[in-house]
C-alpha cells in the first residue's frame, strides 16, 4: 500500500497544506536523484524545485497505478531529461572539461579535509558521475533510492533482465571507484 | 566473491549521507507554483494574451467572413426577388414592338422586347434601313 495514498488525494484535491507534505516526504530523494543524474552540474537544487511544481500541475492526472514515489521518480526524470535536452551543448563542453581534468573546483572541495560525511557523499557523487548515463540511473535508483527492480524496469522502459544487467556493471565499475571507502568500511568491520 | 562485490558497492551506495535540503526548499517551490499560477510583472495579462494570437485572430476573421458572404448572398437575392418584375413591366411600357433596327446604333442603346429582336433578325434586309 502506498504510505502517500491519502496526501496525494488530499492535494489532488487542492490541498496545498497535503502537497507541503509531499514535498517534505520527497525532497530529499528528488535532491539526490537531480544531483546525480546532473553529475554535480550545479542546478539539482532548481532542478529539484521543478520536479515539485510539475508534480504539483500533473497530479490530477496521477491514477494511482504505481505509488506515488515511484510516479515522482519518472516525473524527475523527465525533468532533468528534458533540461539536458535544451543545454545539452553546455553539459557536453562541461563534460569534455571534467575528463581532461579542467573542471572547476567544486565549492564542495574545501570543506573535504574537514568534513568527513561530505567527503564521503562527493566521492559517490564522483564514481557515479563516471558512469555512462545507462547505468547510472538504474544503479542510483536501485542502490540510493531504493527502488524496485520492477519499478525501474517501468520507469526506464526496459525489461528486468536488462535492469539487472546493467545495475551489475554499473557496480562493477563503481568498485575500484569507491576503493577508498571500500578500505575503510574493511577496516570498520 | 563478485556476489560479496556486488553486495558491497550497493551498501557503500545505500550508506550515502542524505543531501543537504536548504531549509528555504518548501517555501522556493510554493512561490514558484505560485507564480507559474499568476501572469508575471512586465507580461500582458490573460485577458490579453489571445488578442496577440494570430490563430484567435485567424478563427475570427473566418467567421467575420463567412457572415459576410451570408449577408451579400441575402443582399443579391433580395433585390432580385422584389424588383424583377418592375424593370421587366418598366422596360416593356417604354419599347416600342416594331421599331428595333440593328442598323440604327442608337437602337442598341435602349431596351427592346424580344419579338421587336426576333421581328429584325427575320425582316428582310434593308426592311429596316428604309427607315
Given at each position: 500500500m502506498d504510505p502517500d495514498r491519502e496526501l496525494v488525494a488530499a492535494a489532488a484535491a487542492g490541498s496545498r497544506e497535503a502537497?507541503?507534505?509531499l514535498v517534505r516526504r520527497h525532497q530529499g530523494a528528488m535532491l539526490t536523484l537531480a544531483r546525480v543524474l546532473t553529475a554535480g552540474r550545479g542546478d539539482a537544487d532548481d532542478l529539484a524545485q521543478d520536479v515539485f511544481v510539475r508534480a504539483w500541475r500533473s497530479l490530477r492526472t496521477f491514477r494511482g497505478d504505481s505509488a506515488f514515489?515511484?510516479?515522482l521518480h519518472r516525473v524527475a526524470i523527465n525533468v532533468v531529461r528534458t533540461s539536458q535536452a535544451k543545454d545539452g551543448r553546455w553539459r557536453r563542453l562541461f563534460a569534455a572539461a571534467r575528463e581532461s581534468g579542467e573542471a572547476p573546483d567544486d565549492p564542495a572541495d574545501e570543506a573535504e579535509g574537514v568534513d568527513a560525511v561530505l567527503a564521503r557523499r562527493q566521492l559517490i557523487d564522483r564514481a557515479l558521475a563516471a558512469l555512462p548515463d545507462e547505468l547510472r540511473l538504474p544503479v542510483t535508483l536501485r542502490d540510493l533510492q531504493g527502488l524496485e527492480y520492477k519499478d525501474i524496469a517501468a520507469l526506464l522502459d526496459v525489461p528486468i533482465g536488462t535492469v539487472e544487467s546493467r545495475i551489475f556493471r554499473a557496480r562493477q565499475r563503481l568498485r575500484p571507484l569507491l576503493e577508498p571507502l571500500w578500505n575503510t568500511t574493511n577496516r570498520n568491520s | 566473491m563478485e556476489h560479496d562485490e556486488q553486495e558491497l558497492v550497493a551498501a557503500l551506495l545505500r550508506s550515502t549521507p542524505p543531501p543537504d535540503v536548504r531549509g528555504d526548499f518548501l517555501a522556493r517551490v510554493n512561490a514558484r507554483i505560485d507564480a507559474a499560477a499568476r501572469p508575471r510583472s512586465g507580461e500582458p495579462a490573460a485577458g490579453w494574451l489571445p488578442l496577440v494570437d494570430f490563430r484567435v485572430?485567424?478563427?475570427?476573421?473566418?467567421?467575420?467572413?463567412?457572415?459576410l458572404a451570408l449577408v451579400a448572398l441575402f443582399w443579391r437575392a433580395a433585390p432580385s426577388a422584389a424588383g424583377a418584375p418592375a424593370v421587366e413591366s418598366t422596360a416593356a411600357a417604354v419599347t416600342p414592338a416594331s421599331t428595333f433596327s440593328p442598323a440604327c446604333s442608337s437602337d442598341w442603346q435602349r431596351d427592346v422586347s424580344g419579338d421587336a429582336l426576333l421581328d429584325a433578325a427575320l425582316s428582310p434586309?434593308?426592311?429596316g434601313d428604309a427607315r
Open positions: 502537497f507541503d507534505e514515489r515511484t510516479w | 485572430w485567424t478563427l475570427r476573421l473566418a467567421t467575420a467572413a463567412v457572415a434586309k434593308g426592311a
